[in-house]
């Protein structure tokens, strides 16, 4: 696994969470960063992307209540998750690729995912 999602939790409506991922910078510095979630029983939906140079784009199910980031190392990814509703609960993945006209193409393992679980 190349890029590591974690951080995920149990989180009531309303609240917050930050996920990280954790990434070799030689592998990523020149990719955009996604992150995406699987609902249970569902297909993975992409999230949110940045890119090597900071610009961000988000799905519209998560537009103004989370952001995405990276440190200046560019070694890690956050996805700070705000206004939590119970639709957000899936397992988050995070994954990085070159952007495409369709968006993000990601390149490497999906690894374990990190589970967020948010109650009502």
């Known amino acids: 696994v190349q890029l590591q999602a974690s951080g995920g939790g149990l989180a009531r409506s309303g609240g917050s969470l930050t996920l990280s991922c954790a990434a070799s910078?030689?592998?990523?510095?020149?990719?955009?960063v996604g992150w995406y979630r699987q609902p249970p029983g569902n297909q993975r939906d992409w999230v949110a992307t940045?890119?090597?140079?900071?610009?961000?784009n988000y799905a519209d199910f998560v537009k103004g209540r989370f952001t995405v980031s990276r440190d200046n190392a560019n070694t890690t990814v956050y996805l700070q998750m705000n206004s939590l509703k119970p639709e957000d609960t899936a397992v988050y993945y995070c994954n990085a690729g070159p952007l495409t006209r369709r968006g993000l193409d990601p390149r490497f393992d999906w690894g374990q995912g990190t589970k967020v679980t948010v109650s009502s």
């Open positions: 940045i890119t090597s140079g900071g610009s961000t």
């Open positions: 910078e030689m592998l990523v510095r020149p990719y955009a």
